[in-house]
């Protein structure tokens, strides 16, 4: 365990992310550890000064005190903090993250900021390299992602997109960290969709009343088409029938083993016309070892299906660092996608959270796991994105999350044409989200030109028989913070 003596105890939590992209899954505290990180800072003579010492080592960060509201002199603090342990902690292991001293799950967000602030996209591009230590390819992909997302970034101030989870799938993946739960008997299903269906017809009146017009529509979960054919026909048709005129539908069929003809006619009947069709890997032995019950002759033969029936925008999530895959694994897996030539790829790096049972796996098997090393992950990472876009698909969105092998990322590619916007909306934070469902977290914002004071959460409960119990709180927690003028805060 490190401790951490600090003049900046507000910011523990975003010291503790600096720490983890160094040492990993590591715990922190401001109380007791076997190594300490001293910090002390001064404010004189119009200087910042920050200076963290460990284990003989010191680094000290200095720059002008900085002028700004509040909210930005905050900002700057922090980051000042971070990037002096930052440097130390560079000094002390020798190493350099991909992503720098960033910590945040949105670097794209720096780039616009320096964009907002007058310079060009290349400058931008600079300024995440010399002020974050971002490596230069690092800053690349996000010049391309910029690039990409040109003129289909924002929504107009009258449009919302819609987020409605189906928290239920066949079995659990064992690095499964969602809300989701097996659907066992189904016995929950009905009275779940039962109250989805009144989520969406109070939410329709809420909408009605601030007069706000759908934009882009997303069916997640778990997994939607875990559920009978008719039950889902029953949350498609209320919301399409709700909230009319979105530009763009998707519908995670997420695991092959979900998808049949039956439901994937429904879905194309109903206008839905992006799906995702999930292999995560086509390799079976891993398939087994992550509890995801279908294989990869079942993925081909879904998306073959898919195909046949019309659907063209079908995405394919991948994931990197899987248990005991190899490179050489992932890159046959990359093979196949290649050949299927899917409109849309996200490339996830795994992320081991502590509420999944891989978490639990790994500590018990250890080494034995054959768990790829940060630069095994970092190697299938490069791997898909110079096949990718070697093969057309551009990167259009990223995201980073905690506990992400290597410290990577996750980016989706698509093929011209075929970028999703509400994945665009939704990480890049330019559009409100009304999210209906268990465990969906709506998130509204109030001034786009000024996002970091006005973006405010109404959380749904997470467990599935509560979401059904109170699901006019719910919707209630969605009118104060949409019709609230002060900003609130909600706990699920
Ligand atoms: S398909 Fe997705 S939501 Fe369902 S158990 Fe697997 S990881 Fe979790």
């Not at 009343?209 to 048709?237: D, F, H, N, W």
Request: charged letters at 30%; a negative charge; glycine letters at 10%.
């Amino acid at each position: 365990m490190i401790r951490l003596q600090t003049d900046a105890p507000q910011f523990f939590s975003d010291l503790g992310d600096v720490l983890r992209l160094f040492y990993g899954d590591v715990q922190v505290s401001l109380t007791d550890g076997d190594v300490l990180f001293e910090h002390r800072f001064t404010d004189e003579g119009g200087l910042w000064t920050d200076t963290w010492r460990s284990q003989g080592r010191e680094f000290t960060l200095t720059r002008s005190t900085p002028a700004g509201n509040a909210l930005e002199i905050k900002r700057a603090r922090k980051r000042q903090v971070k990037g002096a342990l930052y440097g130390l902690l560079k000094q002390l292991t020798g190493m350099r993250p991909p992503w720098g001293s960033l910590t945040g799950i949105r670097p794209t967000r720096l780039l616009y900021e320096g964009m907002e602030a007058g310079l060009t996209l290349d400058e931008a591009v600079q300024r995440v390299q010399d002020e974050f230590d971002v490596s230069a390819d690092r800053a690349e992909l996000l010049g391309d992602i910029a690039r990409m997302q040109a003129g289909i970034r924002e929504a107009a101030p009258d449009q919302f997109d819609l987020y409605i989870g189906i928290p239920f799938c066949r079995t659990r993946c064992s690095y499964c960290s969602f809300s989701a739960g097996e659907i066992g008997d189904g016995r929950l299903v009905k009275p779940y969709v039962e109250a989805l269906l009144r989520e969406i017809a109070l939410c329709r009146d809420l909408m009605r009343e601030k007069g706000m017009r759908l934009r882009a529509g997303y069916v997640g979960g778990g997994t939607p088409t875990a559920i009978p054919c008719a039950e889902l026909e029953r949350i498609l048709e209320a919301a399409q029938a709700a909230f009319p005129g979105a530009a763009e539908w998707t519908v995670e069929a997420g695991r092959p083993d979900t998808i049949d003809e039956e439901k994937l006619r429904m879905i194309k009947a109903r206008g839905v016309g992006r799906i995702s069709v999930n292999p995560q890997t086509f390799n079976d032995d891993t398939l087994r070892r992550i509890g995801r019950a279908h294989t990869g002759e079942e993925t081909l033969a879904a998306y073959a299906l898919a195909r046949s029936l019309g659907f063209d925008d079908i995405n394919m999530d991948l994931i990197a660092a899987l248990p005991g895959e190899t490179v050489e694994d992932f890159s046959r897996t990359l093979d196949r996608v290649e050949r299927l030539a899917p409109d849309s790829v996200t490339v996830h790096s795994l992320a081991i959270k502590r509420s999944s049972r891989l978490h639990e796996q790994l500590a018990v098997a250890g080494e034995g796991y054959g768990q790829v090393t940060r630069e095994g992950a970092d190697e299938m990472i490069a791997l898909a994105r110079s096949r990718l876009t070697a093969g057309g698909w551009r990167p259009y969105y990223l995201y980073r999350q905690k506990y992400m092998a290597g410290n990577l990322e996750n980016v989706g590619y698509a093929k011209p044409g075929k970028a999703c916007l509400y994945n665009i909306g939704n990480m890049e934070e330019t559009v409100s989200v009304l999210a209906l469902g268990a465990g969906a977290i709506t998130k509204w914002l109030f001034d786009p030109r000024d996002r970091d004071l006005r973006i405010e959460r109404a959380p749904n409960v997470r467990n599935i028989e509560e979401y059904i119990a109170r699901v006019d709180e719910m919707v209630r927690r969605k009118r104060d913070v949409i019709f609230s003028e002060a900003p609130s805060r909600q706990e699920p």
